[in-house]
């Protein structure tokens, strides 16, 4: 009697006849066996032979098949999500930067020509490099544009003079620390949202480049020489606006706001380094 001989060319056949079940139940005990003759003779992963390719490679036994329609399936892996998955907000995240950090000589030169845009360009940048080096650099020549203290300096021996020096330098670093700080402090109680980091490295080379014009001519002219005392009263007016621009583009605040946060490092700046006879 001769054999039974499927599609594919190969003799024998499956221990019962295919019943093919209505889709979507489940696969009668016929069908089963039936798919356990096809894997045997190497029909694919438990498809029926008219689905298997001998010559086709095996899936990985991490991918499975998701069926879209009947008679088309998609590959995926259960790693990784079909649909995709839409990105969440997360609470207190830092806000997207509005630019790449500037270098140096940009960041200096934007405070003087470009406030507004510089401050706005490094709200979420910190700028502690420029801004402990640039405030030490003047605290190094703060000193000299005081009357007695630059006579004391002078006067010193150089043992005595160095440590002095250094000392004032690293007392107007701390300063401007926490003046920064403060500023900060009272924009966020009034409504902002900046980060810390960029608001006190601004403000302290604010603090520092303002008031460089008033310590050139007080290294000549001394501290308290008419016209020092009017370029220290310009350029604590010009330390105002450029803090008030800085808080308000660091911290989203309008400038009425912006002002009063920088009120008492302002009055601060005022009383102890732009004015010597106060």
């Keep these: 009697m001769a054999g039974f001989r499927n599609g594919r060319g190969r003799a024998g056949g499956p221990p019962q006849q295919r019943q093919q079940a209505p889709y979507g139940y489940n696969a009668p005990p016929q069908q089963h066996q039936q798919q356990q003759w096809a894997q045997q003779q190497g029909y694919g992963d438990g498809e029926p032979e008219y689905f298997g390719d001998p010559h086709a490679p095996q899936q990985h036994p991490r991918q499975h098949y998701a069926a879209n329609n009947p008679g088309h399936t998609q590959v995926f892996s259960v790693d990784e999500d079909p649909y995709g998955r839409p990105a969440a907000y997360q609470a207190g995240a830092a806000p997207v930067p509005t630019g790449p950090r500037l270098p140096w000589k940009g960041l200096l030169s934007g405070i003087v020509l470009r406030p507004a845009d510089t401050f706005l360009r490094m709200r979420d940048h910190a700028v502690w490099g420029p801004a402990l080096v640039v405030t030490f650099l003047y605290g190094l020549l703060a000193i000299f544009g005081f009357d007695k203290a630059r006579e004391e300096a002078i006067n010193a021996t150089l043992a005595t003079a160095v440590p002095y020096v250094l000392m004032t330098a690293v007392g107007f670093v701390v300063g401007g620390l926490i003046l920064g700080a403060v500023t900060h402090t ?93």
């Design 186 to 278: 009272l924009a966020r109680q009034l409504g902002g949202a900046g980060s810390w980091q960029p608001t006190v490295g601004l403000s302290m080379l604010i603090m520092s480049i303002t008031d460089a014009p008033r310590l050139v001519f007080a290294l000549f002219l001394g501290g308290e020489n008419g016209l020092v005392q009017v370029i220290g009263w310009l350029t604590w007016l010009a330390a105002g606006a450029l803090l008030s621009v800085m808080v308000s583009r660091s911290h989203d605040l309008p400038w009425p706001k912006a002002l009063g946060a920088s009120a008492i490092q302002l009055v601060a700046l005022l009383s102890l380094i732009k004015l010597g006879t106060l």
